[in-house]
T-cell receptor, first 116, second 119 residues
Framework: AQSVTQLGSHVSVSEGALVLLRCNYS??????LFWYVQYPNQGLQLLLK??????LVKGINGFEAEFKKSETSFHLTKPSAHMSDAAEYFC??????????????FGKGTSLLVTP | EAGVAQSPRYKIIEKRQSVAFWCNPI?????LYWYQQILGQGPKLLIQ????????DSQLPKDRFSAERLKGVDSTLKIQPAKLEDSAVYLC?????????????????FGQGTRLTVV
């Protein structure tokens, strides 16, 4: 079955530094991949998604991710961290669900801390 | 556009009591999901509806959990009786449709969730 693994449950960066959050997927075929962000006491908000149209995907708030089939990776990056980026980030893959649908299968999440 | 609405936001109950959560998806969204998010973990799918039919409930603990979406719009998730390990955030999400035979997979929008504490 397809799944995602997020490396590092906690990542700490300084304000203005590069953000790199790692996600690897296990799949024999190109999957639908997503990054979601969750702020405290909030639901999940979609940052970006890969649907095989382009390997470099740009999302909201300056985030982007690159799909690398050879490395089975979909790492999330942002050139310069802001204090407001502190949140929990989830990588997810869309899996067949039941007989006719799709559902998201999430990684365990990475908590991003941004220090002044 | 109104988002996915969930209520209540917070609930504290004693073990063995029952509890119900309500979700109203985005208007026109055929697919509705209930996820359970235990502290420190990613969300786990409990049940998926397409209109008023169940697509997947393979991970729903059916001895204590039930869910319905009778008119294909809003949905209720119930736990009876609750256990300590049911303490979690219950997230509802909706999407326009998820049609595997057409390889159509649209974005899921999430509500703010209901935080359940079982004591």
């Amino acid at each position: 079955a397809q799944s995602v693994t997020q490396l590092g449950s906690h990542v700490s960066v300084s304000e203005g530094a590069l953000v790199l959050l790692r996600c690897n997927y296990s799949s024999s075929v190109p999957p639908y991949l997503f990054w979601y962000v969750q702020y405290p006491n909030q639901g999940l908000q979609l940052l970006l998604k890969y649907t095989s149209a382009a390997t470099l995907v740009k999302g909201i708030n300056g985030f982007e991710a690159e799909f690398k089939k050879s490395e089975t990776s979909f790492h999330l990056t942002k050139p310069s961290a802001h204090m407001s980026d502190a949140a929990e980030y989830f990588c997810a893959v869309s899996l067949p669900s039941g007989n006719s649908g799709y559902a998201l299968n999430f990684g365990k999440g990475t908590s991003l801390l941004v220090t002044p | 556009e109104a988002g996915v609405a969930q209520s209540p936001r917070y609930k504290i109950i004693e073990k063995r009591q029952s509890v119900a959560f309500w979700c109203n998806p985005i208007s026109g969204h055929a697919t509705l999901y209930w996820y359970q998010q235990i502290l420190g973990q990613g969300p786990k799918l409990l049940i998926q509806f397409q209109n008023n039919g169940v697509v997947d409930d393979s991970q729903l603990p059916k001895d204590r959990f039930s869910a319905e979406r009778l008119k294909g719009v809003d949905s209720t998730l119930k736990i009876q009786p609750a256990k300590l390990e049911d303490s979690a955030v219950y997230l509802c999400a909706s999407s326009l449709y998820q049609l595997r035979h057409l390889t159509l997979n649209t974005e899921a929008f999430f509500g703010q969730g209901t935080r359940l504490t079982v004591v």
